[in-house]
């Protein structure tokens, strides 16, 4: 006797999240913070808003659930320069030491100071 076997159930609304989520985010550029809280949004979606002056960004979110709300969320742009590190001590230690060689061969060059 043959039996068939049952096809294992699908969740296909958590593929379809997880579709969601592996998407890469694209920017949505607007004028200003009213036109990014004003934009549309399909539940299950996550949305990144740069402003017109770049100076900050916003992100609006939505659940799958009947009853979830809009999250949108402010980000400052802080644009961080990289100083040049102060010497350490070490190189500090190296250029005195390389100093004091300088200074010996100097001193024996001449006679040992005579």
Do not use: C
């Not at 644009?79 to 060689?101: F, G, N, W």
């Amino acid at each position: 006797m043959y039996y068939q076997q049952p096809m294992p159930y699908q969740n296909y609304q958590a593929q379809q999240r997880q579709e969601q989520f592996t998407r890469s985010y694209n920017y949505n550029f607007v004028q200003d913070i009213t036109e990014a809280q004003n934009w549309a949004i399909a539940p299950g979606n996550h949305l990144v808003f740069e402003d017109a002056n770049g100076k900050f960004f916003y992100t609006k979110s939505l659940g799958f659930a009947p009853n979830d709300r809009p999250v949108f969320q402010i980000f400052k742009r802080d644009d961080q320069v990289r100083t040049e590190e102060p010497k350490s001590e070490v190189d500090s230690l190296k250029s005195d030491i390389a100093e004091l060689k300088k200074l010996f061969e100097q001193f024996t060059r001449k006679g040992g100071g005579k």
